[in-house]
């Protein structure tokens, strides 16, 4: 992709010589700077309510408010400004003044063009480096001590070697390709990426290329011209296009189809989208990150995948590790997700007991942690108190659990039919989560993971209302 445009320097010009500032104005223009004046202190004021400025030169002898009256008003609005004091009337004492009040360098007039240049240019560098050392500073912090990148929990030395490649990856537009099982949480490390890039305030654009039909596809990704095919009666931006000046999220890149591979790969090579019948192309400043659960070394010798695309998209590979594998994170998880559902279902669930999360620990977790975070919401939901136990996990069904609950109770009465028993338990768990959503039965039918026409059937068998 090609690299953006560098945003130009803005700088506040305040000087009560109207050939100063003219001068000034013309020459640091030539430089590429976008340039601003004031007459005195009071204009400069206004300026600097209004807009924010990299730098200001502002003169020190002025009417109606001098440079250092200036200054000592000005410190709240120019706490990020870079401030250089100009006078005819230099002294040391007043350039140890000036820089007490907050500026940074201080000119002696006249000066020569270039000397205001130099001191422009050992500025920028300066505030460059104070930047980069600030996000060294921070991502060292971040590396050695996290557990978390953007919503990603995780202290095992996996997630941890995950977590750092991320930081180092999000400080540059290169395409990443994030590999890993599905429910390892993917889409939330290229969430966490965009947001620790410079393309924090653009979109990102989350695309799973295995939910769209293949005669869509193509449309959905470049946009079409009107006319372009049977329905298309008007313009339509593709998802490159809505992703400008941010990040566009390929996930499941391995479902694209085959055809369409050679424009993905030159729209990647070339920065430029050609909409389905349209004739001109246009340039496009995205960043893609792509992910996938399929093996695309595989795909790449069946033939199914290019392997030019593969290595255009393999720029930084960042492989997620399934849960399984980092089995030390699980209770951090546990607490993470309790929190999350505590608020979001109005419930105080305060702990998990030792025997279940001993079960869980044991899990293979085939789900990773999606399937974790679906078994902690319907936990909660079947809880009856402010402790998850082993028996809230999965309704006992699997190897989650420690024991098999309700075996006596359910023998007791229908003897040892699981035709009865699952009759009970479904009956149990279908109240459980009409209480948990005071009655939203299409809330319940997504915690209960069937449809809500399905819901509907199954309260009339077992009498629930």
């Not at 109207?18 to 206004?46: F, K, P």
């Not at 009040?101 to 300066?126: M, Q, V, W």
């Not at 149990?428 to 939203?440: D, H, P, S, Y």
Request: aromatic share 6%.
């Amino acid at each position: 992709m090609p690299e953006p445009e560098a945003r130009k320097k803005a700088i506040l010009i305040i000087d009560d010589e109207e050939n100063m500032r003219h001068m000034l104005q013309s020459m640091l223009r030539r430089y590429g700077y976008l340039i601003e004046t004031a007459e005195d202190g009071v204009q400069g004021l206004d300026k600097i309510g209004q807009q924010r400025f990299d730098f200001v030169l502002c003169d020190i002898k002025m009417p109606r408010m001098d440079g250092m009256t200036f200054l000592k008003a000005s410190r709240e609005h120019l706490q990020n400004t870079t401030v250089i004091m100009m006078s005819a009337y230099g002294s040391i004492d007043l350039a140890i003044e000036a820089m007490k009040l907050g500026a940074y360098d201080f000119i002696s007039k006249p000066f020569k063009n270039e000397e205001i240049r130099l001191t422009l240019k050992k500025a920028e560098e300066r505030e460059r480096l104070k930047s980069e050392n600030l996000q060294l500073k921070d991502k060292i912090q971040r590396i050695a001590g996290s557990l978390s990148f953007g919503n990603m929990v995780g202290k095992s030395p996996a997630m941890q070697q995950v977590f750092s490649m991320a930081l180092k990856v999000a400080r540059f537009d290169s395409t990443v390709l994030i590999t890993g099982e599905s429910g390892t949480g993917k889409e939330l490390i290229a969430q966490g990426i965009h947001q620790e890039s410079e393309r924090r305030s653009g979109p990102i654009i989350p695309v799973n290329c295995a939910s769209i039909p293949e005669s869509l596809m193509e449309s959905e990704l470049f946009g079409h011209a009107k006319g372009a095919f049977t329905g298309a009666d008007k313009d339509k931006k593709g998802l490159f296009e809505m992703a400008q000046e941010g990040t566009l999220f390929l996930d499941e890149i391995g479902e694209i189809p085959f055809s369409l591979q050679p424009k993905l790969l030159r729209v990647l090579q070339e920065g430029e989208v050609r909409p389905v019948g349209g004739t001109k192309s246009k340039s496009i400043d995205v960043r893609v990150i792509a992910a996938t659960s399929r093996d695309l070394g595989k795909e790449i010798a069946a033939g199914h995948f290019r392997e030019d695309l593969f290595y255009r998209l393999n720029v930084v590979p960042i492989v997620l590790p399934p849960l399984r594998q980092r089995t030390d994170d699980i209770p951090r998880l546990c607490r993470f997700f309790i929190n999350r559902f505590n608020e979001s279902l109005n419930t105080r669930i305060e702990n998990i007991s030792s025997a279940a999360m001993a079960a869980l620990m044991r899990h293979d977790w085939p789900g990773n942690v999606r399937e974790l975070e679906n078994a902690i919401e319907r936990a909660i939901v079947l809880a009856e108190g402010h402790t998850l136990e082993a028996d809230n996990f999965f309704g006992g069904t699997t190897s989650t659990a420690d024991s098999h609950p309700g075996e006596d109770e359910d023998a007791g009465d229908g003897g040892f039919s699981l035709k009865v028993a699952k009759a009970r338990l479904e009956a149990r768990m279908i109240r459980k989560a009409l209480a948990a959503t005071e009655g939203n039965r299409t809330h319940a039918a997504g915690l209960l993971e069937i449809s809500h026409p399905s819901l509907l059937s199954k309260m009339k068998l077992y009498g629930i209302k």
